[in-house]
């Protein structure tokens, strides 16, 4: 006599949130890189103008939130507890959101550094935000958890600030990163106690909050002290060298000699050939925020075959903000001398914003009555 088996009854079927978190699991690495893409293209697409106010409002908006969460996961971790059940959804994603606001707050600035970056210096600044941009988004780094999130957070607190002030007071002084980074350790500080409150633990604070965040601005310290820091919110949109700058109206007339048409991506004359009594003109746009009223220096350099630069005149240009396409300006040279030339458009306090190089040789056609000028407006 044989009895069947009592049917067994088939499971049930996982809830879409817990196929939503098994999902996550698998792909964790593609998780990250999507918000690191997300972060990325939300604000290409956003930031538009540095000065403008929904920007400003946005980083600083971020920049509140990234200090809160960083409160909060720092609360939890020291618990080692459970959040409230009406809390575990925004417990598990608070991680992700913290690492897309710094991500998308390293994107803003890597873009607003790249834009007024010029020379190997800056370069080496900018190539170092990138490196920041990738450890927070790196699985290998976040293992650090608080020191790699306090790190970049006072980071980015200096960035704001430094770009915010000049922004506000409408010119750039070199005391103005200073205060920067004095009002960045307000809130770092803040959030330093409050780790001290969760942990009472003075090393472990040391260690995970006030080391990596003053470390950092050290760092930025002495970038800005060697001028390595570029000249946010300044940027340089045009620069070129021409026979003969005019103006009619608000246009510029731009003389020089024609270029090649397979030469499209040439707009000025790289190699000037120049007559006797000719000047040499450096034509500049040059960005800078709305109510914005400074002074920038055209800084001339010669150096001859087989010699070191040698700097000459530095010609003041009134800066004033508003205008998208940058403030237009020029400076000339008239006591020449053939050889390698450059002009460096730079700040008050030295830090450069661009530079053009070219080179100047006695026209083979002085004999000539005609010059052979053509004109652009810009």
Excluded at 227 to 237: E, F, G, I, M, N
Excluded at 296 to 311: I, T, Y
Aim: net charge positive.
């Amino acid at each position: 006599m044989s009895t069947a088996d009592p049917a067994i009854s088939p499971a049930p079927a996982p809830s879409l949130r817990r196929r939503l978190e098994a999902f996550r699991h698998r792909h964790g690495r593609a998780e990250h890189l999507l918000f690191f893409v997300g972060g990325f293209s939300f604000d290409a697409l956003m930031v538009r103008r540095i000065d403008d106010a929904p920007i400003l409002i946005q980083q600083g908006a971020y920049l509140t939130v990234a200090g809160l969460l960083l409160f909060g996961l720092n609360a939890w971790d020291h618990r080692q507890v459970e959040p409230p059940r009406s809390l575990r959804w925004l417990w598990r994603w608070s991680q992700p959101v913290l690492h897309f606001v710094l991500g998308t707050l390293l994107n803003a600035y890597v873009l607003f550094y790249f834009k007024s970056a010029s020379g190997l210096s800056a370069l080496l600044f900018l190539g170092t935000i990138t490196l920041l941009l990738l450890v927070n988004e790196l699985p290998q780094f976040r293992r650090f958890g608080p020191v790699v999130l306090f790190g970049l957070y006072s980071f980015c607190l200096t960035s704001y600030f430094a770009y915010l002030y000049p922004v506000l007071f409408g010119r750039l002084r070199p005391w103005m990163f200073p205060l920067a980074v004095a009002t960045s350790l307000l809130p770092l500080l803040v959030l330093a106690w409050g780790h001290h409150w969760l942990t009472r633990d003075g090393r472990r604070v040391l260690r995970e909050a006030l080391l990596p965040s003053f470390g950092v601005q050290a760092v930025l310290v002495l970038l800005f002290v060697g001028h390595l820091v570029p000249p946010v919110p300044l940027s340089l949109r045009d620069i070129g060298i021409y026979h003969g700058v005019s103006k009619t109206g608000s246009t510029y007339q731009l003389s020089h000699h024609p270029v090649p048409w397979w030469r499209f991506w040439v707009k000025d004359e790289q190699d000037f050939l120049a007559r006797p009594g000719d000047r040499i003109y450096c034509f500049v746009h040059i960005f800078a925020p709305r109510n914005f009223h400074d002074e920038v220096r055209l800084r001339w350099a010669h150096r001859a075959s087989g010699a070191a630069w040698a700097s000459s005149d530095a010609v003041p240009v009134q800066v004033s903000g508003g205008r998208d396409e940058g403030y237009a300006g020029y400076s000339y040279k008239q006591n020449w001398h053939p050889g390698d030339w450059q002009v460096t458009v730079e700040t008050a306090d030295g830090r450069e914003i661009g530079r053009r190089r070219f080179s100047v040789r006695d026209d083979p056609d002085a004999e000539t009555s005609e010059h052979g000028l053509v004109t652009t407006e810009r």
